[in-house]
T-cell receptor, first 114, second 115 residues
Framework: GQQVMQIPQYQHVQEGEDFTTYCNSSTTLSNIQWYKQRPGGHPVFLIQLVKSGEVKKQKRLTFQFGEAKKNSSLHITATQTTDVGTYFCAGPGGRGSTLGRLYFGRGTQLTVWP | GAGVSQSPRYKVTKRGQDVALRCDPISGHVSLYWYRQALGQGPEFLTYFNYEAQQDKSGLPNDRFSAERPEGSISTLTIQRTEQRDSAMYRC?????????????FGPGTRLTVT
């Protein structure tokens, strides 16, 4: 069935270092979404990628969607303590009865020390 | 405007009791989703509604779990004869559209503990 795998599970960086999390799907995705969950908080939508090879930027965050639409990445340049949290990717079900559901990855928990 | 709200925020119940978890989506949002999230994991899909129609309930773990959204707004997730393994954070999310190219807005969750 549909699976969305995310690596690494944990990442500890010093403030100012870069950070990247990777997401891989077992099937081709129509789109992929990224969410951030702060400690003790709830997931908050960051961005959606739809097109093959798409790259989108939000300030220090760069999101990419693979050419085959099976993988995606989130890169943060020069991390800050405000970037702390867990980053999830999520992809929709392929077809039929699973079309309406989102499959979330396990998330990458980012810790930033000053 | 107001975001997604859920109540209660915390629920402690004894094994065997029934519980009802409520979700109040963002006004005007047509789709509503229920998830369960274990510590250190991503949200796990349970079920979702477009308006009042339940579209997919195949994520519900077993027949003790049910959900309804009778008027296409507020939704209730009911767990009958609770078991300790049901302890988790239950999250609700709403979306302005019916297609999955719309972002989902999550509520604060209900932390359920079954003793």
């Amino acid at each position: 069935g549909q699976q969305v795998m995310q690596i690494p599970q944990y990442q500890h960086v010093q403030e100012g270092e870069d950070f990247t999390t990777y997401c891989n799907s077992s099937t081709t995705l129509s789109n992929i979404q990224w969410y951030k969950q702060r400690p003790g908080g709830h997931p908050v939508f960051l961005i959606q990628l739809v097109k093959s090879g798409e790259v989108k930027k939000q300030k220090r965050l760069t999101f990419q969607f693979g050419e085959a639409k099976k993988n995606s990445s989130l890169h943060i340049t020069a991390t800050q303590t405000t970037d702390v949290g867990t980053y999830f990717c999520a992809g929709p079900g392929g077809r039929g009865s699973t079309l309406g559901r989102l499959y979330f990855g396990r998330g990458t928990q980012l810790t930033v020390w000053p | 405007g107001a975001g997604v709200s859920q109540s209660p925020r915390y629920k402690v119940t004894k094994r065997g009791q029934d519980v009802a978890l409520r979700c109040d989506p963002i006004s005007g949002h047509v789709s509503l989703y229920w998830y369960r999230q274990a510590l250190g994991q991503g949200p796990e899909f349970l079920t979702y509604f477009n308006y009042e129609a339940q579209q997919d309930k195949s994520g519900l773990p077993n027949d003790r779990f049910s959900a309804e959204r009778p008027e296409g707004s507020i939704s209730t997730l009911t767990i009958q004869r609770t078991e300790q393994r049901d302890s988790a954070m239950y999250r609700c999310a709403s979306s302005p559209g019916t297609a999955l190219n719309y972002e989902q807005y999550f509520g604060p969750g209900t932390r359920l503990t079954v003793t």
